[in-house]
């Protein structure tokens, strides 16, 4: 346990988030993704749902803001438009942390193809389908 970190953020996920750089993506997955297939590097969350992964890992990673979309969240089938109540999830709950980045959809051919190249893939146990999320790393400014 480290004090301020989130206890989701196993050791084997900061270290992954920590080694990452800037552009580098890393996406947090449902339990029914096809992890080991596409995953370059997997790290298991089992036993946590989608959204306090997700929640934990957007409160140390910082996004991407060089670039006009840096967060892809999966579609249901080919509606691009359709919204489940775990996307609106993931919609809030990065609306909390980066409010001026945007949750892209990505048809599920786009999406697959996208996680294949990130830097690691998050395994969860989250149930519900299609709640899959990419999150593109960003840079912590200097001060002042």
Known sequence: MLK???????????????????GDEIALVDGNYPGLEHARRLIRLDGHGVIPVLDAVLSVLPIDDFVPQAIFRATVRQDRDAVDPVHAEMIECCARHVPDIRVVPL??????????????????????????????????????
């Open 4 to 22: 301020g970190i989130d206890p989701l953020l196993s050791p084997e996920l900061l270290a992954t988030l920590r080694a990452m750089g800037h």
């Open 107 to 144: 048809l599920p051919a786009e999406f697959y193809e996208r996680v294949k190249q990130t830097h690691a893939l998050v395994q969860t146990s989250e149930p519900r389908l299609y709640g899959n999320i990419i999150l593109r790393k960003g840079v912590i400014y200097p001060k002042g």
